[in-house]
């Protein structure tokens, strides 16, 4: 089974019935499972925020959304985050590639990946960091404190992650 695999398998066992996505090579993978399987609810968004609006409102009415972005769309949605989800105690799950880490080819994605950690400990987000498939559990982790604690988390998939196999 190989990474992507692992991880949609992780997020459906788990309860997550709803996943919103930005584009981003490194989730591309999961992201066609989702697409192709069909079990999970999908709903692509154009810009981070949005999705954080949408699954806020999902989880109202019911759902376990979960967000799949770069680490650089976390900038874009720290108003929704602070302003809804922490006001509101509204739980999502971030599963984010973390992007601007060692090796980034992308200058671009450098100074967000430098302070990532630091915003999502600003916004009070308990944060996961996977680097390799030995510590794929800590999905599993995340999404249990997430809902034992009634609170946002944040999953940082590092590029490593995608190097290898399960």
Same mark, same amino acid.
């Given at each position: 089974m190989n990474i992507d695999q692992k991880l949609y398998e992780i997020i459906k066992d788990f309860g997550i019935d709803l996943v919103l996505s930005v584009p981003c090579i490194l989730l591309k993978g999961i992201l066609d499972l989702i697409n192709e399987r069909k079990e999970l609810l999908h709903i692509p968004v154009t810009r981070e925020e949005e999705g954080v609006g949408i699954a806020a409102g999902a989880y109202?009415?019911?759902?376990?959304?979960?967000?799949?972005?770069?680490?650089?769309?976390?900038?874009?949605? %720290?108003?929704? *985050?602070?302003?809804?989800?922490?006001?509101?105690?509204?739980? %999502? %799950?971030?599963?984010?590639?973390?992007?601007?880490?060692?090796?980034?080819? %992308?200058?671009?994605? *450098?100074?967000?990946?430098?302070?990532?950690?630091?915003?999502?400990?600003?916004?009070? *987000?308990?944060?996961?960091?996977?680097?390799?498939?030995?510590?794929?559990?800590?999905?599993?982790?995340?999404? *249990?404190?997430?809902?034992?604690?009634?609170?946002?988390?944040?999953?940082?998939?590092?590029k490593s992650l995608w190097s290898e196999e399960i």
């Open positions: 109202l009415g019911g759902k376990r959304p979960a967000i799949l972005i770069q680490n650089s769309g976390l900038g874009n949605s %720290i108003n929704a *985050i602070t302003s809804l989800l922490e006001l509101y105690n509204i739980p %999502i %799950i971030f599963i984010m590639s973390h992007r601007g880490g060692k090796g980034e080819k %992308i200058l671009a994605q *450098i100074p967000m990946g430098k302070i990532t950690n630091k915003l999502l400990d600003l916004t009070g *987000i308990k944060t996961w960091s996977i680097k390799s498939s030995k510590e794929i559990t800590k999905l599993k982790e995340a999404i *249990i404190y997430s809902q034992e604690h009634n609170c946002s988390v944040g999953i940082l998939l590092q």
